[in-house]
Nanobody, 125 residues
Framework: QVHVVESGGDWVQTGGSLRLSCVVP????????MGWFRQAPGKEREGVAN????????YYADSVKGRFTISQDNAENTLYLDMNNLKPEDTAMYYC??????????????????WGQGTQVTVSS
């Protein structure tokens, strides 16, 4: 069974930075298309970023472009989400997800089969 495990969520002040990590124990992340999603209280889950690991192509939500970076470290077999210049509106539970295909559009959640339990990011003003 495939499990997805995220970590790195924390409390930070506005303008701060965090790095989220995601692993798929027993599997290499490069065999999946990987995505980060988030869900704030009272809101729907939304796509944050995606990486098509075979080519390295990345996609971002407009709200995080220029501030967040998704990357994969094949040596560490880990997916990362580097978040800079964090804002209170970035406060949410962040989820890592894996797809065996190529979701289209990249944020189509039904195309991601495996999901982590989430890691909380809180940005205070």
């Amino acid at each position: 069974q495939v499990h997805v495990v995220e970590s790195g969520g924390d409390w930070v002040q506005t303008g701060g930075s965090l790095r989220l990590s995601c692993v798929v124990p027993g599997y290499t992340v490069s065999r999946f298309t990987m995505g980060w999603f988030r869900q704030a209280p009272g809101k729907e889950r939304e796509g944050v970023a995606n990486i098509y690991t075979r080519t390295g192509n990345t996609y971002y939500a407009d709200s995080v472009k220029g501030r967040f970076t998704i990357s994969q470290d094949n040596a560490e077999n880990t997916l990362y989400l580097d978040m800079n210049n964090l804002k209170p509106e970035d406060t949410a539970m962040y989820y890592c997800a894996a797809s065996t295909g190529r979701p289209y559009p990249w944020y189509r959640m039904n195309d991601y089969t495996y999901w982590g339990q989430g890691t909380q990011v809180t940005v205070s003003s």
